[in-house]
């Protein structure tokens, strides 16, 4: 997923009247506004409400439902014939602006503060997770050099403590 693929998705999504906040690796990038390394997906957070609107805009750029044994109402993957994946977490905003994530029984939020980050993608602002939530948000799982690598930035930039978990990747002094 380039550059370009990402901001015309981005410009579509908004001349529809659909507010997307970039996640993951795209989103790292756009808080950081540079590109660090190549993405194979975009993440994005969409509102529930927007779906059916999302889903045919991108029906219509011959995007289709991939991974559909991992596909969940609330997250699931969409992919063209050139390979562009875009991988979807949908939301249900609540009273406060948390994005509640699945099943509220789950207990899986957004929450308000992390919908509120900005950053840029090729100098374009973009709506994305914020760099604190961003930081929170991966952690409890299996950690590779590329999250210590998008981390570690983020950290760097935004004055944020590294968490303990990614210092078993500093190297030794």
Not at 64 to 89: G, M, Q, S, T, W
Request: charged share 30%.
């Amino acid at each position: 997923m380039t550059t370009t693929d990402v901001i015309e998705l981005y410009k579509l999504f908004q001349e529809n009247g659909i507010t997307v906040w970039i996640d993951g690796g795209w989103g790292v990038d756009a808080l950081l506004e540079k590109q660090t390394r190549p993405h194979k997906d975009l993440d994005v957070a969409i509102q529930e409400k927007d779906l059916p609107k999302f889903r045919e805009l991108l029906e219509a750029r011959n995007y289709k439902d991939i991974k559909l044994e991992e596909a969940r109402p609330h997250n699931f993957v969409l992919a063209d014939y050139k390979e562009h994946e875009i991988d979807v977490h949908v939301l249900v905003l609540d009273e406060k602006g948390n994005g509640v994530y699945g099943p509220p029984e789950d207990g899986q939020i957004y929450p308000a503060s992390s919908l509120a980050g900005e950053g840029r993608i090729d100098g374009i602002e973009v709506n994305c997770i914020s760099a604190e939530d961003m930081v929170k948000f991966h952690s409890g799982y299996e950690l590779n050099e590329k999250d210590y690598k998008d981390i570690s930035a983020l950290c760097e930039k935004f004055g944020i403590p590294l968490p303990e978990e990614y210092k078993k990747f500093r190297p030794s002094l």
